[in-house]
């Protein structure tokens, strides 16, 4: 694992999204895994200028979202979909058909999740996987469990999780109890990992995921595992690493 530390969260959205134009540069035709929440807000703000600078170009790209709430319309203004369109995929030049994200609306989500995982499959290795990391260690929505599941499944949302997530909501009622989630096992696949964390609430479970054992009671340490994984912290969520 490469884990760099920032001063500044400027410095850290500057060298994220740098990572991802660079990429896009080399290989105009990546596929990129992209992940929602706070956390990516700043680099995709970052990859919005590069795109209008014309410094970057996502036009042959694809996208693949990591997960999206069950039982929210796509235009609900917390959806997944929604978030992703307002925070990125609407202001760069990417084409909109090559834009996929699960559908939590599916009538049949067990289809549904067979149909995303299908999906991944036929496209090939994502070549980049953007992850942001839960307070409890999750990665997309897997949750810390006895067990995990390898693919695109369907996920019972802890209330940890359902409460950090309430501030994009009106009422903490409002946050759905389930998402559909790319696996564990979906997101090792990726040929590359970036991992982005911001803030002293998350410094125990960084140390954890980066420096403890790998356990699927804190999924994002499966990270370890894997060959290629980048870590992006800022100085508070790296404080307590040794
Ligand atoms: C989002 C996702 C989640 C978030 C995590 C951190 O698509 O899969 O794993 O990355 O919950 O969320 P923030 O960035 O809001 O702290």
Not at 35 to 61: D, E, H, R
Not at 79 to 99: G, K, N, T, W
Not at 153 to 165: C, G, I, K
Not at 191 to 212: F, P, R, S, T, Y
């Given at each position: ?35 929602t ?33 069950v039982g ?8 997944y ?25 599916a ?36 949750e ?6 390898r693919?695109?499944h ?12 309430a ?13 559909i ?34 356990t ?22 790296g404080?307590?690493?040794?």
């Amino acid at each position: 694992m490469n884990i760099i530390k920032f001063e500044t969260q400027e410095a850290l959205n500057e060298a994220g999204s740098g990572i991802i134009v660079s990429l896009l540069q080399t290989n105009p035709r990546a596929k990129l895994g992209l992940a929602t929440g706070g956390t990516p807000v700043g680099i995709y703000k970052k990859l919005v200028s590069a795109c209008k600078q014309g410094t970057v170009s996502f036009g042959k790209a694809s996208s693949f979202n990591l997960d999206e709430y069950v039982g929210l319309d796509r235009n609900h203004a917390a959806s997944y979909y929604a978030f992703m369109q307002e925070q990125l995929l609407a202001h760069v030049d990417i084409a909109p058909e090559r834009c996929h994200i699960p559908n939590g609306m599916a009538a049949d989500l067990e289809a549904e999740c067979l149909r995303y995982e299908t999906l991944l499959e036929q496209v090939g290795q994502i070549d980049l996987q953007l992850l942001g990391l839960g307070h409890n260690g999750h990665i997309g929505f897997n949750e810390p469990d006895g067990a995990l599941i390898r693919g695109t499944h369907v996920v019972e949302l802890r209330e940890q999780t359902r409460a950090a997530n309430a501030r994009f909501f009106d009422t903490p009622e409002q946050v759905p109890t389930k998402a559909i989630t790319m696996g564990v096992g979906t997101i090792l696949k990726a040929k590359m990992i970036l991992l982005v964390v911001h803030g002293k609430d998350k410094a125990e479970i960084v140390k954890q995921a980066l420096q403890g054992p790998i356990t699927t009671e804190c999924p994002a340490s499966l990270l370890q595992t894997h060959p290629n994984v980048a870590v992006l912290l800022d100085a508070e969520a790296g404080s307590l690493l040794s």
